[in-house]
């Protein structure tokens, strides 16, 4: 049906830079928005950034500057550039899309990533 594959986490020193990507494929007729969580174990899954696909872009407040995110429309890819991270930006990031899967489908659906492991240290 439809794919989202995240990739660029691993580990990181306090002060250092990521780039994640997504890439969606499989049936796609549009997608809406593209987008960014993530999720502590034991916390509630929260929004990093979102990018609609004809609107500005939204960041959570703990991002402060500090993360960019962006998309190619083309490649139905959403990236999310990290730099100055902190030990608390330690997390499972999931892409997340909202997306009509035909030219039929009247609304579109969330799917979601399996998630990719960000470690900061300290």
């Known amino acids: 049906q439809v794919q989202l594959v995240e990739s660029g986490g691993g580990l990181v020193q306090a002060g250092g830079s990521l780039r994640l990507s997504c890439a969606a494929s499989?049936?796609?007729?549009?997608?809406?928005?593209m987008g960014w969580y993530r999720q502590v174990p034991g916390q509630r899954r929260e929004l990093v950034a979102t990018?609609?696909?004809?609107?500005?872009?939204n960041y959570a407040d703990f991002v402060k500057g500090r993360f960019t995110i962006s998309g190619d429309n083309a490649k139905n890819t959403v990236s999310l550039q990290m730099n100055s991270l902190e030990p608390e930006d330690t997390a499972i990031y999931y892409c997340?899309?909202?997306?009509?899967?035909?030219?039929?489908?009247?609304?579109?659906?969330?799917?979601w990533g399996p998630g990719i492991q960000v470690t900061v240290s300290s």
């Open positions: 499989g049936s796609i007729f549009s997608i809406s928005s």
């Open positions: 997340t899309a909202l997306i009509r899967t035909t030219r039929t489908t009247r609304d579109p659906l969330r799917f």
């Open positions: 990018i609609p696909g004809g609107g500005a872009t």
